[in-house]
């Protein structure tokens, strides 16, 4: 997910430009808006090598960072993807929720949650795709859920969601590596909490910090 999701959000912005030029839109105000959206998703890449290059190094230095940004901007690299598959993302994301930690980390984990309910969505052809993607204050916490309608897991995987190597997906398209790296980024790295549990109609994903 750390690579596959923002290479198809590039692939998806290029072949923009040639729907632009098809129908007259593509001027240099366009051209600057999406090289710059190019421009972000490459930072971000080259931020994850190094993420994932210090991942178990204990000296790097925590920050404060507002979750609403970065769960916004992770959206970003999805939003094509979403838009391709008719999902709907419904967002209700509260202001004030500053989180001490590592802010590209937390977007790794978003995006990784959010990709396997793309994904849990497409493979189940479900109708009416929904997330719903919730940000809120709760005491001196900030909690965020990710919630599909795509049925919902079974007993048997949800007591080894979080297990290494283990995954769902057919052979050559998931490592099972996703929900353990979230999970040991959220809990060991940042001090927080990351649960999984069945809703009426699919699965959430509750981060807590």
Known sequence: HQWRQPLQAIA??????????????????YIEKHTDKIMDILTNMS??????????????????????DIILKTITFLESSFK???????????????INGFQNEYSQVVLIILSNAKDELVERNIKDRKIDIVL????????????????????EVMSKIFDP????????????????????IIEKNMGGKLTARNTDNGAEFSIEI
């Open 47 to 68: 931020r994850t090598i190094d993420d994932f290059r210090f991942f178990f190094k204990p000296n790097k230095l925590r920050e404060n960072f507002n979750a609403k």
């Open 84 to 98: 391709f598959n008719n999902i709907d993302v419904l967002l209700n994301l509260a202001d004030d929720s500053i």
């Open 136 to 155: 809120k204050k709760v005491n001196d916490k900030c909690v965020f859920t990710i919630s599909d309608n795509a049925g919902g897991i079974t007993k």
């Open 165 to 184: 190597y283990f995954t769902t997906k057919e052979q050559g398209k998931g490592t099972g590596v996703g929900l353990y790296m979230a999970k040991m």
């Open 12 to 29: 998806g912005i290029i072949q923009n430009y040639e729907d632009a030029y098809e129908d007259g839109t593509l001027d240099m105000a």
